[in-house]
């Protein structure tokens, strides 16, 4: 009779960091997809739309700074938004091996109907203020540690 082993309780599921936190990241992806259908968009699509609303007129490179893709990745996402009448592309006048991003009148249009979404996340999580900061501010730090390992 074969008797069950029971796992090494470092490599139990339960207690995994980063199980915790990929779960967690589904369950948030999953209401992101919910908040941004009305809007035709991606969560990705939604983050450059985020950095276009900051400030318009950018490189490839400049997104792809700030949310830690590559222009492999990014290159088919912004073709999408692109195509979709959002932003368009095109070559630097300074540098033609760079390529500039612009929000059309629809995409800046389209930052009126995100503005909820922020709140309906913080709804969501059911957290005061202070606690969501933290959080926050821990998981900036661990991902600075992790780029630097």
């Given at each position: 009779m074969k008797t069950?082993?029971?796992p090494n309780a470092q490599l139990a599921l339960d207690?995994?960091?980063c199980f915790a936190l990929y779960s967690t990241n589904l369950a948030l992806n999953k209401l992101y997809r919910q908040l941004l259908a009305p809007m035709n968009l991606t969560y990705?699509?939604?983050l450059v739309m985020l950095v276009l609303w900051e400030k318009d007129d950018v490189t490839v490179s400049d997104i792809g700074e700030r949310l830690f893709l590559d222009s492999a990745t990014l290159t088919?996402?912004?073709k999408r938004l692109e195509s979709a009448g959002l932003i368009s592309r095109q070559r630097s006048r300074q540098d033609e091996r760079q390529v500039v991003i612009?929000?059309?009148e629809s995409g800046r249009a389209l930052?009126?109907?995100a503005a909820s979404i922020p709140e309906s996340i913080s709804c969501a999580m059911a957290c005061d203020n202070a606690t969501l900061r933290d959080i926050k501010q821990q998981l900036e730090q661990l991902?600075?540690?992790f780029h630097l390992a």
């Open positions: 069950k082993t029971t207690n995994q960091f990705p699509q939604y088919p996402l912004l612009t929000l059309s930052q009126q109907q991902r600075q540690r």
